[in-house]
């Protein structure tokens, strides 16, 4: 496994090593080591020299102490990032349990910084354990353990290092290599797990250690508890707030049946002997304050080689208390124990630490059991809580308020299961606005199978209350009064919406249940939620209940149809509703919804184009239908198909009713072939068809199309003698669009006397856009005609920046300047579109024209505008 310490944002859960050895002493604190150390004669060990230095680790066993010197010794391999370390390395003797001796070398990498590629560059400390060999085995030293400590790997949160830990004994010292895991502490302080103990037998690493993380000045500072034997069971509480989270050990990693309710199941640690300093790691919930704990020691079973507690620790992360059985509660079947805590707790976290044991019969000493058969258990710990004696639906009417009291119920219901979810639920519409938003936190809890029922309940209230008038008064309120201001939004069907997104697809039944039988209201917020969730359901769904559907509901749903159409996984649904047989089946309404609601993907789906053709060929259609058909047929046409652009074309030039015709004018701009049709659509009788027909193919030029020979002489004609004024607007913006052409000037400025200002402005707009200089003089005559209209003297005065009209600079500046102080709001609009003007042509001398307009008792629109002339681009040559 590569190794890279934390980034320095995250704590370096290597730094805990320190928070352990609180509780232990390194023997023999020694500083940087000069001289060789040697490690004496023992019984049954041989004696150990050892020197480090820049060079290297060299390591010598001798059968005795006397003249053992490294010199000649083994050098052993260190990592080549280690090396550079080893000249601020120390080396510290330990005496063992027993008289063995080993020694610890450590070299910390913030002494000399490691390589970059090393993975304790800058942190932690690299560590070796060695030892002589036993005597009559051998001669060469023995490395126990070597590796970084201090030094987390891993993801943020479940980061993990190594830690060597020496603890004092009442002669000599134990030494343990485990891990510290930021996911496995007692209540943040950290644990060493999976530790190994050097055995002083055979000096060799042994697996399955406990060690007692809880330091040991805390511990004498703990609070003493007794815990009190139960005559009779204690009632249990309908709901557990202790959640197992993590433990030190566990037979068969069952450690979660410590809190699972059922005392025929129980945790036992997994460590030789006592198990001492074991412990479990519960979640709680610090809006519930705990009185006290409920202790079931021995399941009803029994558990192989199990053992009682005698003493044990009860951990938060700011207390800690020493509790005491009052018996070995191994001897005493199904007995119980209460222990009254000296005032309620309230904390996110609770751990039980296993101190002393009795003895099982046969292992010993009664005080502490050494058989490695020895399983020390809890088979359960209950948190009690003011709450105990309350069931769910008391518990539900307890949110009420929304208080102190009422979030810890909803922390209680949060944490207790499906009936709780259920108690919720039935109880929520006796709640008020405080109680049901904590009951509604307790239901987001459950698993999506429980909440959907309730959230498209809420949904379909929700919207139908949305969508239901206030009052009487105000349906009837008169048509021009003030508009009320939005309603703020219903936080419940805010909160239904949001967890059925979240649940997705599991909602898909709920919901196409209640666009089948749900009121209108409820019924499109359905379809909307059903589309976006779960579209492939959505189409069958939607199409089944558009028959029923009537005015501003069919449109809604219709609309939720093409929200779910354009999602690539209801393609393979769409495919299929669109085959012959399968459409024939519905009425032709919904068929027509359906191909309207494909948009511009119509032409993608496999067999659009002949559902298409089975409703434009059926004789006599009706003219909805007729109209209905136009976009469809577009969007077939820009796919190519030769059907549907001719349906369309004929539409345009033949069908009998205008309307159909505009439609058709109107959905034809992007099919590039049907440009000669729109170009004779511009002379239709009909006005509406002639406006629609000059719109597309304007968009048209716009986007770069290239028009059909003869546009530019129609749009003339239009703008000149055309009766109706948009009209003739919408020719003069057509010719605007197009490239520019002597006959198009000529055209645009003729209509600069056309009695109507909408026309004169749009041809303006098209003689700037042009840069029509040849006209410059006509241009300039609306400018600075002070009977014209307003906005016409300002598209006159843009369309003279945009020629770049150097002779106009001296007018435009009196018009920006006198916007500073203006009489009416023709002033405002001249001088603004002035200094658009200016900041086109950009003359040399701007600042200086402007410089009155940047003073602080200009307005603070006309600044802004005559700081974006002086920062504008020019645009004009000088």
């Known amino acids: 496994m590569s190794r890279s310490p934390f980034r320095s944002r995250r704590p370096r859960i290597g730094a805990a090593v320190g928070v352990i050895a609180a509780s232990s002493t390194l023997l023999g604190n020694a500083a940087a080591q000069v001289a060789p150390v040697v490690l004496p004669h023992a019984a049954g060990q041989q004696a150990l020299a050892v020197r480090v230095d820049p060079g290297g680790i060299t390591a010598r066993a001798c059968p005795a102490a006397a003249a053992c010197a490294p010199d000649g010794g083994k050098v052993l391999a260190v990592p080549s990032e280690v090396a550079p370390l080893l000249g601020s390395a120390r080396v510290v003797p330990i005496t063992l349990s027993g008289g063995k001796h080993l020694t610890k070398i450590e070299a910390p990498a913030a002494g000399k910084p490691a390589p970059a590629s090393a993975p304790g560059a800058g942190s932690g400390s690299w560590a070796m354990l060695l030892a002589a060999p036993l005597a009559g085995k051998g001669t060469e030293p023995i490395v126990l353990w070597s590796g970084w400590t201090g030094v987390a790997t891993g993801e943020h949160g479940e980061g993990r290092s190594d830690a060597v830990v020496v603890e004092p004994l009442g002669s000599g010292s134990r030494v343990l290599v485990g891990q510290l895991r930021e996911d496995v502490t007692i209540c943040g302080r950290p644990a060493l ?62 450690f979660a049946e410590i809190a699972d309710g059922d005392p025929n199941t129980a945790w036992s640690e997994g460590k030789a002997g006592a198990g001492r300093g074991e412990f479990v790691s519960f979640s709680s ?64 976290c609770l751990a039980v630490v296993l101190d002393e044991a009795y003895a099982p019969r046969g292992a010993g000493d009664r005080g502490a059991p050494s058989a490695p058969e020895v399983r020390v258990t809890i088979a359960e710990v209950t948190a009690r809580t003011a709450f105990d004696d309350q069931g769910p639906g008391t518990l539900v009417a307890a949110l009420a308020g929304g208080g102190e009291r009422s979030r810890a119920a909803a922390a209680l219901l949060a944490r207790s299961g499906p009936e709780a979810i259920d108690a919720a639920i039935a109880g929520y519409d006796k709640l008020d606005a405080a109680g049901r938003q904590l009951a509604r936190g307790v239901i987001d809890a459950a698993p999506c199978a429980a909440q959907i029922p309730f959230l498209t309940a809420r949904l379909a209230a929700g919207a139908a209350a949305a969508a239901r008038p206030t009052s009487g008064a105000a349906a009837a309120a008169p048509a021009r009064a003030p508009r009320a201001a939005a309603p703020e939004p219903d936080p419940e069907l805010h909160h239904a919406r949001d967890r059925i ?12 249940e209640i666009v089948k039988g749900g009121g209108s209201a409820a019924k499109v917020a359905a379809a909307r939620e059903l589309a976006l969730v779960a579209p492939a359901e959505a189409i069958p769904a939607l199409l089944d209940a558009l028959p029923g559907a009537r005015g501003a509901t069919r449109r809604d749903l219709r609309a939720a149809l093409a929200l779910a159409a354009r999602s690539q996984r209801a393609a393979p649904v769409v495919e299929e509703e669109v085959q012959n047989e399968r459409l024939r089946a519905r009425p032709e309404d919904t068929q027509l919804d359906l191909l309207r609601a494909l ?70 701009a992007e099919v590039p072939a049907l440009a000669p049709d729109l170009l004779a659509a511009a002379s239709d009788p009909d006005v509406r068809v002639r406006e629609a027909a000059i719109v597309a193919l304007s968009r048209a030029a716009s986007a770069g199309a290239k028009l059909p020979a003869g546009a530019a002489e129609a749009f003339a004609a239009r703008l000149a003698s055309d009766p109706w004024t948009f009209v003739r607007g919408g ?63 300002a598209r006159a005065i843009l369309a003279l920046g945009a020629m770049c009209d150097a002779s106009s600079v001296d007018l435009w500046t009196r018009l920006a300047l006198r916007a500073k102080a203006p009489i009416g709001e023709g002033d405002q609009r001249l001088g603004s579109a002035a200094l658009a003007a200016l900041g086109a042509v950009h003359p040399a001398d701007l600042p200086a024209r402007l410089k009155p307009l940047l003073d602080k008792d200009t307005p603070h629109g006309l600044r802004e505008a005559a700081r974006a002339a002086l920062s504008a681009a020019p645009q004009c040559r000088r």
């Not at 997104?501 to 196409?512: I, Q, V, Y």
Request: net charge positive; proline share 7%; aromatic share 4%.
């Open 501 to 512: 997104r979240r649940c997705g697809r599991a909602a898909a039944p709920a919901l196409a």
């Open 285 to 348: 919930a610090d809006e519930v304050g705990i009185t006290g704990l409920g202790l079931r020691i021995k399941p009803p079973d029994g558990v192989e080689g199990g053992a009682a507690p005698r003493t044990l620790f009860v951990a938060t992360p700011d207390r800690l208390f020493q509790v005491s059985l009052p018996e070995d509660a191994w001897l005493k079947e199904s007995a119980g124990y209460e222990v009254k805590l000296p005032e309620e707790i309230r904390a996110s």
């Open 599 to 668: 948009g511009p993907a119509l032409g993608r789906v496999r067999g659009g184009g002949a559902a298409f053709q089975a409703l434009a060929s059926a004789a006599s259609a009706p003219f909805e239908r007729r109209y209905l058909l136009q976009a469809p047929a577009a969007a077939l046409a820009r796919a190519g198909e030769a059907q549907a652009e001719a349906y369309l074309r004929a539409s345009l030039r033949k069908d009998a009713d205008p309307h159909v015709r505009l439609r058709a004018a109107e959905v034809a």
């Open 731 to 793: 020719a003069a913006l057509a010719i605007g669009a197009m490239p520019a052409t002597p006959a198009g000037d000529r055209a645009l400025v003729g209509a600069l006397a056309d009695r109507t200002p909408e026309v004169r402005r749009h041809a303006l707009d098209g003689l700037g856009a042009h840069r029509a200089t040849a006209h410059i003089e006509a241009v300039r005559d609306r400018a600075e005609d002070k009977a014209e209209d307003v906005e016409v003297r």
């Open 193 to 254: 797990v999976g530790a190994s103990e050097v055995d002083p037998r055979t000096m060799t690493l042994l697996k399955g250690a406990s060690f007692q993380n809880l330091p040991a000045e805390e511990r004498r500072a703990a609070g003493k508890l007794a815990a009190e034997r139960r005559e009779a069971d204690a009632a249990a509480p309908a709901f557990r707030l202790l959640r197992p989270t993590a433990a030190s050990s566990a037979v068969g990693k069952r």
